[in-house]
């Protein structure tokens, strides 16, 4: 099976150190390779989408929460206050209550809904040691969020369209969906106490779920405290399910903080939020990837996407330049030269890395490249030209395939 912690250490994305704490992993660079295309990817994805990107402080002021209900309803998994200047201020468990201040901080037509805020920012949760585990449960998470100010009508348009976002996300990253989940407030929980909102917005999912045609399951005990959610949920090796994204329906914090918009009839009108997140933590999503691809990642992810390896020393020239052309066209490539070994060994050594350009005197002398896929097929030696054309619209497209399936193997 698939372990991302050992994977992780094997191949040196990411460590931790007790020094720096429990749930508080550093990235290695190669990790953090894969993470940074990990975010320009969901970045890209949301410009088209039409997000609008901010940032806003990981820090806030304990009544900034009291205002959200977090503090009333999720205080247990937040750190404690931090007294500064005579104020409290706390390392924030969402991003939400940021969002809706940057929606307030001016006056809003109805013209400008529906207004898409994202962002990829940070935030603490106090989870207990006993359940931390590599990158899947931290204490200190980047999250893919965004939060969609919009009116009545517009709810149905907007979820539905996040839940696309995330099927096409999944799609490029190679990811199964384990099952959809709707979550629903259960007995005995810390859920706001309005059930008319609570009605009204499980109606709107359940209409969604519907629409997008995906087969869906309701759990009760699992709504976020302020409404009900979509989770797609994702499995891991040993068969252990997590929520990586969510599509979710608030009434509440719209009206805690006095959320207003300037509608066609000249009147004030509260907005909907509708809280989306594409890949959920960039943590639990790269663990994800890790365990479902065992290391092998997309070749538009990987952190190596090229190695080049010359048969001698000879080829090192015709290697070198090989490299520095995939540089300029936005490619991640590596030589291995001949020093590191025998070429049998250097492609052992990198079976993880999805292209392989064998540069030996024929291809030399031709300006040629033999290229190996990581699945094992081998293309006939072509221009160094068109390697570095077909690798980089492949991996422009975010495809998980390594090459053109109308290019049989040879």
């Known amino acids: 099976m698939h372990d991302h912690r050992r994977i992780g250490r094997d191949l040196d994305l990411f460590g931790t150190d007790p ?3 429990a749930g508080l992993p550093f990235w290695l660079p190669d990790g953090a390779t894969v993470r940074h295309v990990l975010e320009e990817y969901v970045r890209g994805a949301e410009r088209r989408a039409g997000y609008r990107h901010v940032y806003s402080p990981v820090l806030g002021k304990r009544e900034l929460y009291e205002i959200s209900g977090h503090w009333d309803h999720y205080s247990d998994d937040m750190f404690p ?61 980047q999250l893919n969020d965004a939060h969609i100010f919009c009116t009545l009508d517009q709810v149905a348009d907007e979820a539905h369209a996040a839940l696309e976002m995330i099927r096409d996300a999944y799609a490029a990253l190679g990811i199964t969906a384990a099952r959809y989940r709707l979550s629903l407030p259960g007995p005995g929980g810390k859920y706001v106490a309005d059930p008319e909102k609570w009605r009204r917005a499980t109606a709107l999912l359940t209409a969604v779920l519907d629409r997008s045609g995906v087969p869906c399951e309701a759990a009760e005990g699992e709504a976020a405290f302020y409404g009900p959610k979509i989770d797609v949920q994702v499995s891991d090796q040993a068969g252990r399910e997590s929520t990586l994204s969510t599509v979710q ?69 015709e290697a070198e330049a090989l490299a520095r052309r995939c540089a300029d066209a936005g490619l991640r490539a590596e030589v291995a030269g001949a020093g590191q070994g025998s070429l049998g060994a250097r492609i052992r050594d990198a079976r993880l890395v999805p292209y392989q350009a064998v540069i030996g005197a024929r291809e030399a002398a031709r300006g040629l490249v033999a ?11 072509r221009p160094a030209g068109e390697i570095t054309d077909r690798i980089r619209a492949l991996v422009a497209a975010h495809r998980t395939a390594l090459w053109d399936p109308a290019d049989a193997p040879f």
Not at 249 to 276: I, S
Not at 371 to 381: A, F, I, K, M, S
């Open 19 to 21: 020094l720096i704490g």
């Open 81 to 141: 206050p931090m007294e500064v200047g005579g104020e409290q201020v706390v390392l924030r468990p969402s991003l939400c209550p940021h969002h809706a201040l940057i929606y307030r901080s001016r006056g809003r037509s109805y013209r400008e809904l529906p207004l898409r805020i994202a962002e990829l920012g940070g935030m603490y949760r106090s989870e207990l040691s006993g359940v931390l585990g590599g990158l899947t449960r931290v204490r200190a998470i």
């Open 249 to 317: 329906v608030d009434f509440h914090q719209p009206e805690r903080f006095g959320l207003r918009y300037t509608g066609a009839d000249g009147e004030r009108h509260r907005p909907v939020m509708v809280h989306r997140s594409i890949i959920g933590s960039v943590e639990r999503a790269v663990a994800q990837l890790i365990e479902e691809h065992g290391g092998a990642f997309p070749a538009w992810l990987a952190p190596t996407q090229l190695v080049v390896l010359p048969v001698s020393d000879a080829e090192l020239p």
């Open 371 to 381: 290229l190996r896929l990581r699945d094992g097929r081998r293309l006939d030696p």
